[in-house]
Every structure is written in C-alpha cells, then in structure tokens.
C-alpha cells in the first residue's frame, strides 16, 4: 500500500542530482558528458509518472487517506512491518526495473547516437 514511496524517494534523488550536475555544468560552461546524467530527465519522468499514478491509485481504493497515518495498513505494529515488507519487495522491484529499463533505453540511444549513418543504412536497408 506504500510501495510507490520507493520509487518516489528515488526520483527525489535523481532529480537532485541532475539539477546539481546541470548546476555545475552551468558553472563551469561545459557539456555534461556522461550519457547516463544527460538523459536522468527521462528517468526523473518515468519514476515521478509512476509514482503519481500508483500514489492515485492507492488514494482511489481508500489505502492511503489524508489524516495520519495516511498509509491505512500503519494503523498497527503489525500492519506497518507488512508495510515495509512491502515496500522492501514491491517497492524496491519496481525501482529496480524502472532503473533498469532506463539504462537499457540509454545504452541503446547512445549505441545510435555514435552510429547514425550504420543505424540509418541498417533501418533502411542500406538505400538512401
């Protein structure tokens, strides 16, 4: 019931640590490099979309409310280690492949960036 907390957390992070390199980048007027830090906005979209929507979702079918505790599977000791299992299990997943699914989108754009005239031949087959 609290499993998009993870994600959410994440995406504060992220989003830190892109306006900071961009921050430096600005500083110092160079081009941030790394692949990785110059497409962090697609993550930041994909861990805040998701989080807003499973957050909405939760809110939907009356698990998470506006009063305390706004989780309502916190009301008890019990309740909240079942929480936070979840949150270690589906929570932590969904970050992780979230994350992953990036790195692969990254890896693949950057492979076509190096190599356009090779990507292009090899959509087109080989005719221009």
């Known amino acids: 019931m609290a499993c998009f907390i993870v994600p ?10 892109k306006k900071r390199a961009d921050k430096s980048a600005k ?12 497409k962090m ?3 930041n979209n994909m861990l805040w979309g998701g989080s807003a929507l499973l957050a909405f979702e939760h809110v939907w079918h009356g698990e998470v409310t506006p009063w305390f505790p706004f989780p309502t599977n916190a009301a008890t000791p019990a309740d909240a280690a079942e929480m ?4 270690a299990t589906s ?13 692969v989108m990254v890896g ?19 005719k221009r």
């Open 8 to 17: 959410a957390a994440e995406a504060a992070v992220t989003t830190v640590v």
């Open 27 to 38: 500083n110092s007027k160079a081009e941030i490099r790394n692949p990785f830090i110059k």
């Open 41 to 43: 906005n697609w993550l």
């Open 84 to 87: 936070l299992f979840e949150m």
């Open 91 to 103: 929570g932590v997943g969904m970050a992780v492949l979230v994350t992953a699914v990036w790195a």
């Open 108 to 126: 693949v754009t950057n492979s076509i960036e190096k190599s356009p005239a090779k990507a292009y031949q090899a959509v087109s087959g080989g």
